[in-house]
T-cell receptor, first 113, second 115 residues
Framework: AQSVTQPDIHITVSEGASLELRCNYSYGATPYLFWYVQSPGQGLQLLLK????DTLVQGIKGFEAEFKRSQSSFNLRKPSVHWSDAAEYFC???????????WGAGTKLIIKP | DVKVTQSSRYLVKRTGEKVFLECVQD?????MFWYRQDPGLGLRLIYFSYDVKMKEKGDIPEGYSVSREKKERFSLILESASTNQTSMYLC??????????????FGPGTRLTVL
């Protein structure tokens, strides 16, 4: 069965520091991959997605993610975080023909001033 | 822009009440989803619908039902609310007509408290 692992429940980063959030998936073929962000009390907003082409994808708010097939990973990165990036981040995976997304448990990002 | 709206941001109900959560999307999407979100558990799929009057059970359908009479509207029903249904409920929609077919668009969520 497909699964998604976000190994870090919480991550604390100083403002201005770089960020990497990890996402690993278990799936045979090349999946469709997504990162969503949820600000406190809000719904989920799509940050970026990968479904074909260049394995380094750019998203909104200065985020990027790289699909590494050999490592079954799709890690999210940002070179310099801002206090407004404090939120919960979810990785999701799907196979092309399936409407459903398989979700990671989320990583809560805390920004230190 | 895709817009998904949910009828209430916050809702407080009593145990045993029948509760309706409404979701409306304005982008003519075929697929609609209801999730509940609890701390440490991520998003869990309750039900989804891929067409009007069609529904499929998700991972945790017990205690819930759904209704989709019109393409733009997907309702989640708690027949007899219980305290363990206190949660954040998220509605989403997607279209199978444009790649990636499974990108989902979310509403703002309804935080339901059952007393």
């Amino acid at each position: 069965a497909q699964s998604v692992t976000q190994p870090d429940i919480h991550i604390t980063v100083s403002e201005g520091a770089s960020l990497e959030l990890r996402c690993n998936y278990s799936y045979g073929a090349t999946p469709y991959l997504f990162w969503y962000v949820q600000s406190p009390g809000q719904g989920l907003q799509l940050l970026l997605k990968y479904f074909s082409g260049d394995t380094l994808v750019q998203g909104i708010k200065g985020f990027e993610a790289e699909f590494k097939r050999s490592q079954s990973s799709f890690n999210l990165r940002k070179p310099s975080v801002h206090w407004s990036d404090a939120a919960e981040y979810f990785c999701a995976v799907a196979e092309k023909s399936n409407y459903q997304l398989i979700w990671g448990a989320g990583t809560k990002l805390i920004i230190k001033p | 822009d895709v817009k998904v709206t949910q009828s209430s941001r916050y809702l407080v109900k009593r145990t045993g009440e029948k509760v309706f959560l409404e979701c409306v999307q304005d982008m003519d999407h075929e697929n609609m989803f209801w999730y509940r979100q609890d701390p440490g558990l991520g998003l869990r799929l309750i039900y989804f619908s891929y067409d009007v009057k069609m529904k499929e059970k998700g991972d945790i359908p017990e205690g819930y039902s759904v209704s989709r009479e019109k393409k733009e509207r997907f309702s989640l029903i708690l027949e007899s609310a219980s305290t363990n249904q206190t949660s954040m409920y998220l509605c989403a929609s997607s279209s199978p007509l444009a790649e990636p077919y499974n990108e989902q668009f979310f509403g703002p969520g309804t935080r339901l408290t059952v007393l």
